[in-house]
């Protein structure tokens, strides 16, 4: 099973993009599974951006970019989106997307990571 992510770029402050996180090679469904979006800037650790849960539209995220960010899923497509509006330079990061089937449990699958660097 693998998290494809793509999506990421370089773009302007105030910019936006939409980051794709597919899954493939098996049965994970991202419709049936606790799905995440983290970051990790050089020199940080992996923090949390937002979360979709499971079977469900309910929706989580960091401080930091709420009401800019915004997680969805799209079931026929097995695939969950990060639409990230008025970015910030401070957003630049790796993203990475993540997969759980169980809410306490740690993220079980994980994406290789997509570059988004916001210049100012």
């Known amino acids: 099973v693998q998290l494809q992510a793509s999506g990421g770029g370089l773009v302007q402050a105030g910019g936006s993009l939409r980051l794709s996180c597919t899954a493939s090679?098996?049965?994970?469904?991202?419709?049936?599974?606790?799905m995440a979006w983290f970051r990790q800037a050089p020199g940080k650790e992996r923090e949390f951006v937002a979360r979709?849960?499971?079977?469900?539209?309910?929706?989580f995220y960091a401080d930091s970019v709420k009401g800019r960010f915004t997680i969805s899923r799209n079931i026929a497509k097995n695939t969950v989106y990060l639409q990230m509006d008025t970015l910030k330079p401070e957003d630049t990061a790796v993203y990475f997307c993540?997969?759980?089937?169980?809410?306490?449990?740690?993220?079980?699958?994980w994406g290789q990571g997509t570059q988004v660097t916001v210049s100012s």
């Open positions: 993540a997969a759980r089937s169980i809410m306490t449990a740690p993220w079980d699958y």
């Open positions: 090679g098996g049965t994970l469904s991202t419709y049936r599974n606790h």
């Open positions: 979709i849960q499971k079977t469900s539209s309910t929706t």
